[in-house]
């Protein structure tokens, strides 16, 4: 297991001060499912009538607690509802006995708080590929339905860490119709700080009261302009979980066209994301690529990610180098269409390039200087059309090796 | 300039004994388009009756050069031709002008050998956006054309290179009906050992007599499951150029059912790639990927890359760690087809994972001892049908870091 000793130099001040969400509970508590002297499972407890919307990793090769959740996702349901996560052991790739443990785990929860098991939703996260310890989370199940309180969201962020830098939260507050609604979140990752821990897990309460489909669909939709919009490495995890619960404790309502608090979950998870890249292994840049001036939007996403997760452009990144020929390159292997000749480059207000060539006005200097920022923008247009896209992602450093390349024993 | 003072750990011995091939002669110049102390332009000039097919880089902002190579691949012509390479300076997102470079070198050529322009193929590697001095180049021509001679190819494998470790060549002799045809080729890449500098180039040259639908099928062909099956970091260059020229000399035409003439092109352009693999940035195992039992040879190959290009499986295996969990995750990203309860994981000879769970006789220590070795397999078998790819890359090291993120100037 590497040796993590430094929080990431990107992490934010302080954990945030997250507000109470009424209509939620939390626990946590030290099972042993791998780690000793930590915390290593949190448990949330939702009161009856909350909705819980979620989107998943997408992985051929997904997790058995993530199947167990999409299987029982979309059901509406009025009783009430909990979340059990555990670090240590991401209970993937392990066959029929994945699934095994994931029945044992649910159904455990599910009879000492007196709701259906299908209301149980899981996560893991850890190492791939061993057995999981299940009987250890089960034995301290009565340990954590005796210590639920209402303001322990802060415990539970440190419970879900593997080898984190920083614990991740994000809130904020909107109004709908001059009603507050809060909305709170959590989530680890995405270090892949110990090999074979690269799971990203987020989960996200709020006092509003929404219909399923009402919160299912925002967020999806969210979440295509957050979550997906990251990467650190290019590489996708086995256990991707987002949940969102919306308790309903405040008696505010929100519809389709709640546009404040959509805009404040946006908010929320938007944060959550981007401390997920401030966590990246190993890095000391945080990058934003924008395009803009794509044939659509989704091909504006298709040139963001191929600058985003191209080896050549994060190293030169790290290097503090300008190095614009990496990012032509870069927008040229991406497959989505682009003509050298209407191409612009930015690095932050610098216009570096312009029509297929290094623009008159351009400073080697003035860039190099810009690139030993800590937060950096690149801007690309393409001249085509009118789709563009933001992505986050990090660079890539000799961190990332020294914790990648270690050996797993 | 990034400064290599070794040559790759996965290099070959030694340079091979390229044979001369009939109806082609070499020279190579100091220019100094970029560089100085060493040659960096070099020359071949095919006599008449030659036969040139080619493959190029299908970037979206591929460079001058490029452009007017497939303007002019394609035609037959039995007037004399010639191949004129610069090392230095790619020609690459450099507008208008990088044309107007292109015309310049080609014509001064055409009118120093006599030749049609139609019939002068230009390369030029090196860094991207900088306007190319192609007068230097033009000043050398009359040298150049002086000093042709039929044994210079070793030679022109210096001259084409950038920043590699290593010249690469490979050379093969196969009958035909009784009679010897050869096959002799030079490469460069995919060190981007320099900044910049990832261009891959390969000529290849044999005495074979060939019909240009006949050889442009057979490159075509051979490429894809060669050239087109390595990857050093997933990156594509704006330059990458094969050319493959059959002089015709030995007398010996070869036709679409010549299928010893294509098992040694075949072995020489696989022979190349491999070697562009072992000067890999930072390289220290040459790893093949195969994947076997996938729905298609297609989807085998989207597998087959999804792990040769994850950096966590790179990193592990520059970490000597068999860490197998990556591979599955790798497989399950990769959009391809998979079931995780039908994959099976070889490393070598070794089991590692069977039917969606690691082997009962799976032994670390053995897979460990395994990983240890300089040139590596990893199987996997997807369990679906019959598709089945080959694919080569290299380990992902500090090296590559040092390399890559050092400033360009």
């Not at 929100?254 to 959509?262: H, Q, R």
């Not at 390159?329 to 390039?353: E, H, N, P, Q, Y």
């Amino acid at each position: 297991m590497a040796k993590i000793t430094h929080v990431s130099p990107l992490a934010p001040a302080a954990f945030p001060d997250l507000p109470v969400i009424e209509g939620v509970r939390f626990a946590t508590v030290a099972a042993g499912v791998r780690y000793s002297g930590r915390t290593d499972v949190m448990l949330a407890a939702l009161d009856p009538g909350a909705t819980v919307a979620g989107v998943f990793t997408r992985s051929a090769t997904r997790a058995a607690p993530v199947l167990d959740c999409q299987a029982k996702i979309g059901r509406d349901d009025d009783a009430g509802a909990a979340i059990i996560v555990n670090s240590g052991n991401a209970n993937a790739f392990t066959g029929r006995r994945g699934i095994e443990s994931v029945r044992a785990v649910t159904s455990a929860v599910a009879e000492a708080l007196d709701i259906p098991e299908a209301r149980v939703f899981s996560s893991s996260t850890g190492v791939i590929g061993e057995p999981m310890k299940h009987d250890r989370i089960i034995a301290a199940i009565d340990e954590l339905t005796g210590a639920l309180k209402r303001d322990g969201i802060a415990e539970a962020a440190h419970a879900i860490m593997t080898t984190d830098t920083f614990p991740k939260g994000a809130a904020t507050e909107v109004l709908i119709d001059g009603e507050a609604v809060r909305i709170t979140g959590i989530a680890k990752g995405s270090g892949m700080i110990e090999p074979d821990m690269g799971t990203m897990l987020v989960y996200i309460f709020t006092d509003a009261r929404a219909d399923l489909p009402v919160l299912q669909s925002m967020v999806s939709a969210l979440n295509a302009k957050t979550f997906n919009c990251i990467t650190v490495d290019s590489d996708t995890s086995t256990s991707d979980t987002l949940l969102v619960a919306a308790t309903g404790a405040s008696g505010v309502t929100i519809t389709e066209n709640s546009v404040g608090f959509m805009e404040g979950l946006r908010r929320v998870m938007l944060d959550l994301a981007h401390q997920v890249v401030r966590d990246g292994e190993g890095a000391t840049k945080f990058v934003e690529v924008s395009v803009t001036g794509a044939h659509s939007d989704a091909e504006a996403q298709v040139h963001a990610k191929s600058i985003a997760n191209s080896p050549l452009v994060k190293t030169a990144i790290a290097g503090e180098d300008p190095n614009w020929g990496r990012i032509v390159m870069a927008v040229g292997k991406s497959g989505a269409r682009a003509d050298r000749d209407t191409l612009s480059i930015w690095f932050g207000d610098i216009l570096v390039a312009r029509d297929g060539w290094v623009s008159p006005d351009y400073s080697e200097g003035d860039a190099a200087a810009y690139m030993k920022r800590q937060d950096l923008v690149i801007h690309v247009d393409l001249g085509l059309g009118g789709g563009t896209a933001r992505v986050w992602t990090c660079d890539l450093t000799h961190g990332y090796i020294d914790i990648n390349a270690d050996y797993r024993s």
